[in-house]
């Protein structure tokens, strides 16, 4: 764990973290914003074992279930940077 308190640790904290959250805000703009602008196509494709056409899935719960994970896994990647460059909380 790297000390928390020298500019080149700072900025080397920084920019991983930028990276995680445009890498993250990339994945919601895809799955909030892309994915409903191919609804009609995706609806051609129907999911075997629920009979839902696919478009119609990604409208309704697919994209809330990718946020929701999104969330955990963000969070997660984001403790990993912290405990990297000394920046974590403590768990008590």
Not at 19 to 38: K, S
Not at 62 to 88: C, H, K, P, T
């Amino acid at each position: 764990m790297a000390a928390p308190d020298n500019q080149a640790n700072t900025d080397a904290h920084w920019k991983k973290t930028s990276r995680l959250m445009w890498t993250h805000l990339g994945i919601w703009f895809f799955f909030g914003y892309i994915i409903h602008m191919f609804v009609v196509p995706l609806n051609k494709i129907v999911i075997p074992v629920l009979g839902f056409p696919l478009g119609f899935y990604m409208a309704a719960q697919g994209s809330l279930i990718v946020f929701v994970v999104m969330l955990f896994v963000f969070a997660r990647q984001q403790n990993r940077i912290d405990r990297e460059y000394g920046y974590a909380e403590e768990d008590e």
